[in-house]
């Protein structure tokens, strides 16, 4: 391969397709001029100071919270990303990440009121879109699983909880109010206020009635649940063939041969 060749701009990724295939909320646009900047600086202080109960004051949140400092520098980055601009961005997005632990791509769209928590470890690919009032923990995943230039990463709607060192891959949608539980990886799109949680992902309850929980100790366990009703159906069955067996006791092999050949046959 040609020098050129090595320091040519490859071309931007197609125009992605961000119909929702749940029910979403898209995140509200990016900030223009000073003003909105200060708005949504204030708006990330507040989401910290709801969302963490170790928070005590704005300037303890200003000076210490790595996940804030990323997301601002963040949306300066992407801001300088969508001007056209490539090697610029790429490498204030390294210093974000040399920074504070969080690597969050140029190109993905963060929404209004995103906390990531403790932050280390987290991972946004390019194509990713976080929407407002997400909730972030360390060590979550938002990665690609296609080698095309097109949207290969997810899109997570608004107020989605993604818990510790979950792993959302591909170009799946994650609905409202969604929770990810721990540890888990989900490959498939996910609906609004449903909660997934193991390896494979799988839903484990569809629509969540009561505040969003941050204790995932509370999270629902389907496999464990399945586990759970079939050794109820084994038992079930036991008791009722004990109760077969007590009232008419089967019959052997000899006592079938004698009825139907006949006695000293």
């Known amino acids: 391969m040609a020098l050129r060749?090595?320091?040519?701009?490859?071309?931007?990724?197609?125009?992605?397709?961000?119909?929702?295939?749940?029910?979403?909320?898209?995140?509200?646009?990016?900030?223009?001029?000073?003003?909105?900047?200060?708005?949504?600086i204030k708006e990330d202080i507040e989401a910290v100071l709801q969302n963490d109960p170790a928070a005590r004051h704005a300037l303890e949140v200003i000076l210490v919270y790595p996940g804030l400092h990323a997301i601002w520098m963040h949306r300066v980055t992407h801001a300088w990303w969508k001007s056209g601009a490539v090697l610029g961005p790429r490498l204030l997005a390294h210093f974000n990440?040399?920074?504070?632990?969080?690597?969050?791509?140029?190109g993905a769209r963060f929404g209004r009121k995103v906390f990531i928590d403790h932050g280390m470890g987290i991972v946004v690919g390019e194509t990713a879109t976080v929407g407002d009032e997400c909730l972030i923990y360390k060590g979550a995943l938002l990665g690609g699983t296609s080698l095309e230039r097109a949207e290969r990463h997810p899109t997570l709607g608004k107020g989605v909880v993604v818990g510790t060192?979950?792993?959302?891959?591909?170009?799946?949608?994650?609905?409202?109010?969604?929770?990810?539980?721990?540890?888990?990886?989900?490959?498939?799109?996910?609906?609004?206020?449903?909660?997934?949680?193991?390896?494979?992902?799988?839903?484990?309850?569809?629509?969540?009635?009561s505040p969003v929980s941050l204790d995932h100790a509370d999270l629902p366990d389907p496999v464990a649940a399945l586990l759970s009703s079939l050794v109820e159906e084994i038992e079930h069955l036991r008791s009722r063939v004990a109760q077969l067996e007590s009232v008419s006791p089967l019959a052997g092999r000899e006592d079938e041969h004698s009825a139907f050949t006949g006695p000293g046959k």
């Open 5 to 40: 060749d090595w320091l040519s701009v490859r071309p931007a990724p197609a125009a992605i397709n961000r119909t929702p295939r749940v029910k979403m909320t898209p995140p509200s646009p990016d900030p223009r001029g000073l003003l909105e900047y200060l708005e949504f």
């Open 165 to 209: 060192n979950a792993s959302i891959l591909g170009p799946i949608h994650v609905g409202d109010g969604a929770k990810i539980g721990s540890g888990s990886v989900v490959v498939k799109d996910v609906p609004d206020g449903a909660t997934v949680v193991g390896v494979p992902g799988k839903l484990a309850q569809q629509r969540r009635k």
């Open 97 to 106: 990440r040399f920074l504070t632990g969080i690597e969050i791509h140029p």
